[in-house]
């Protein structure tokens, strides 16, 4: 089944993915609550091959998860989202990094380099209090810290994912 | 007051509990104060914005009264936010407030043992 089209492949520790598999997680991204049925049929293949496709590729962490992605502003969510970027002595930023990626309010976290070296963390809070409260309280003390700059986000333009594709030169963004 | 007070008041505090210096909200100026001593030479030299968004929020009085122990002096930069300083006008009234209770406090302290 897997044959002609290829399968999944080790590829400098990276897994290799055939043409088939790119277009299933691309309707996955797009509605990951569609049925095989459905994605097989836009495919033109049958939905088994898309079940064993997506439970292989399931196993291999390939498909790390499926989730539900809320408007927070339509269930009436009056959080904050800001923008943080903490500056740190080199020597001292992967710690750093590794204390802040276990605190809740972070919900993405970067290493950056820029004019210098720097974290950069998307951050959550219920308000600027509990915002300033945090930074105060559990960023600014963390040995290694220089400084922080933090801007709140008023309005949000766009939120995606990738969206993955394929071609000759292979799998891309 | 009993030299201990005054040498409780005075100790250097963990870091967690030390005093870190924002300009605003999330923006720290990586200037912090663990002890009496240091706040006052950190008065002297950190951005004067900065001491500005901690007065009039509170938060010098709370960290003088919660985590130095100190509830007189705690009061005493409290009132200075009635006077509505700005600027270096209100570094000058803030480090003369705190510095001549540090004075006061060092002085309870009795002879330095040797």
Redesign the interface.
């Known amino acids: 089944m897997e044959g002609a089209r290829g399968t999944l492949k080790l590829k400098n520790n990276a897994l290799s993915l055939d043409v088939t598999d790119v277009e299933i997680l691309r309707a996955l991204q797009e509605d990951s609550r569609q049925t095989y049925m459905a994605i097989g049929k836009r495919l033109g293949i049958a939905h088994s091959t898309v079940y064993e496709r997506i439970k292989k590729m399931e196993k291999q962490e390939v498909i790390k998860r499926y989730t539900a992605v809320i408007d927070a502003e339509k269930i009436g969510a009056r959080n904050i989202t800001a923008l943080m970027s903490v500056y740190t002595d080199p020597k001292e930023t992967e710690k750093v990094a590794e204390r802040l990626a276990k605190s809740p309010e972070v919900l993405e976290l970067y290493a950056c380099l820029s004019e210098e070296l720097l974290i950069m963390a998307k951050v959550f809070a219920a308000s600027q209090d509990s915002l300033h409260a945090f930074i105060a309280n559990s960023v600014a003390p963390l040995p290694g810290v220089l400084r922080i700059r933090t801007s709140i986000v008023t309005k949000k333009f766009k939120e995606t994912q990738f969206l993955i594709s394929n071609d000759s030169k292979g799998v891309h963004l | 007051m009993t030299s201990e007070t005054a040498s409780k008041i005075l100790r250097t505090v963990p870091?967690?509990k030390?005093f870190?210096f924002?300009t605003s909200?999330?923006?720290?100026?990586?200037v912090?104060a663990s002890s009496l001593k240091e706040f006052v030479e950190r008065i002297n030299d950190v951005n004067v914005k900065s001491l500005e968004f901690h007065l009039y929020r509170g938060d010098f009085e709370k960290w003088i009264a919660e985590v130095l122990q100190d509830a007189e002096l705690s009061g005493e930069v409290k009132r200075l936010q009635r006077f509505n300083f700005t600027g270096d006008t209100l570094r000058n009234q803030l480090g003369t407030t705190v510095s001549r209770r540090l004075k006061r406090l060092t002085s309870q302290l009795g002879p330095t043992r040797v």
């Open positions: 870091r967690e030390a870190y924002f909200i999330g923006n720290y100026t990586g912090s």
